[in-house]
């Protein structure tokens, strides 16, 4: 039976190659059951394998600002140096990103006369362990709706993070999911 330091250390090491992936989807096979399992373990890898925050930030924002649903919003990203893994569901992470700018648009939508800004800033955890990753937005906008931030925080939740939402006087939100910090090895 495999443990988790066992079993986390390889798939740590794995990494999806789109390129490579490519050329064996083109690939004439019978049956194309060799290509499904490739997608098949493509799906896998995905959602099994460490999610980089900057990275899994910028595609969602990429993929809502092509459909037009960030249009007049300046998005600028604030990413650490290194990148920031995590071990989490790739995907509710994806829906907790999607939830909280298309909240910030909405509420920079309401507010006119101000440049419309969403800055996007992420954190590496305490060296020490006393927080864990972050995911930072910051926005010009009006305050969210309290059912919105409900909705959001249920998510935030299932992860086993945690949402801080702050609503500046001046105008703009500031929300902060916090990764749970890992547990360091002891000495």
Do not use: C
């Amino acid at each position: 039976m495999a443990t988790t330091a066992t079993t986390a250390t390889p798939r740590k090491a794995l990494s999806v190659d789109s390129q490579a992936l490519h050329r064996m989807r083109s690939f004439p096979m019978e049956g194309g059951e060799a290509t499904n399992n490739v997608v098949s373990l493509e799906a896998y890898l995905r959602e099994s394998l460490p999610v980089e925050l900057g990275r899994v930030a910028e595609e969602v924002i990429g993929q809502m600002a092509g459909e037009g649903r960030l249009a007049g919003i300046e998005v600028l990203y604030h990413l650490a140096e290194e990148p920031v893994q995590v071990e989490l569901p790739r995907r509710p992470f994806e829906q907790v990103v999607e939830l909280l700018v298309a909240a910030s648009a909405q509420a920079m939508q309401g507010v006119a006369g101000k440049p419309h800004v969403l800055r996007v800033i992420i954190e590496a955890a305490d060296a020490f362990g006393d927080y864990g990753p972050r995911l930072r937005l910051q926005d010009t906008g009006e305050a969210v709706p309290a059912a919105t931030l409900e909705a959001v925080a249920e998510r935030v939740e299932k992860l086993g993070a945690k949402l801080t939402v702050k609503t500046r006087p001046s105008g703009g939100n500031i929300f902060v999911v916090e990764m749970p910090p890992e547990e360091l090895a002891s000495w």
